[in-house]
């Protein structure tokens, strides 16, 4: 995916805006190495909120495939980037899906995408959580379905409490998730060290 090619339309007000930031801020916007800047930032802003023009269901149903498979799925450590919608600050980190198939699995990669396109808007952790659960749930309609997510906040790390080794952990869960021994099972998987054979 190029991202050259994702930028939208808002994209010179963005620009005109940052223009104004720098300036509001007590740096001269036209010096030679904060000249090309605005349009950098528009441009990076662009690429890192561009989950609010991609449809996560869609994702999950281009690649749905009929299959008897009833065990868990795991993909674990997806790793992502997001914007704290507090102080748009990143945020980052890895997250952990399993699902139980009820007739139907995705391909793989697309439960990283669904996690790429969630976490590319102005978040906070335990919505995105949230989202990312419902979305294969109502999608794949599996026999339930549990996310794990652990991150740091840059928010934490460079202001406020200015705390550097601080990790969150939030998860939720559906269905077949709800037995505790379902859950346990997936957090053993979870930290267990695959062996290569």
């Known amino acids: 995916m190029n991202p050259e090619t994702e930028f939208r339309e808002g994209l010179d007000d963005l620009a005109s805006h940052y223009k104004s930031i720098i300036e509001l801020l007590g ?4 010096r030679e190495g904060l000249l090309k800047t605005p349009m950098r930032v528009a441009k990076a802003m662009q690429i890192l909120t561009r989950g609010y023009t991609q449809d996560a269901h869609k ?6 495939f009929e299959e008897k498979y009833n065990q868990m799925v795991i993909v674990k450590d997806i790793d992502f980037f997001s914007l704290c919608e507090h102080h748009m600050l990143p945020f980052y980190g890895k ?10 699995i995705t391909g793989l990669s697309k439960i ?3 996690v790429d396109i ?13 989202q990312i659960k419902d979305c294969i749930q ?3 309609k599996p026999l339930g379905v549990m996310v794990v997510v652990e991150a740091k906040h840059m928010c934490m790390q460079m202001r406020g409490v200015e705390k550097q080794n ?4 939030t998860s939720d869960f559906s269905g077949a998730f709800n037995q505790a021994k379902t859950r346990e099972e997936f957090m ?7 062996r290569h054979i």
Do not use: C, K, W
């Open 138 to 140: 109502e999608t794949l």
């Open 188 to 194: 053993n998987l979870l930290h267990s060290e695959v």
């Open 59 to 64: 994702v999950l149903l281009d690649a749905l």
């Open 27 to 30: 740096e001269d916007s036209s």
């Open 112 to 114: 990283a995408r669904v």
């Open 166 to 169: 601080s990790i969150t952990t």
């Open 118 to 130: 969630f976490s590319h808007r102005l978040q906070v952790q335990e919505r995105m959580t949230l």
């Open 95 to 104: 997250v952990h899906v399993a699902y139980i198939p009820n007739g139907y």
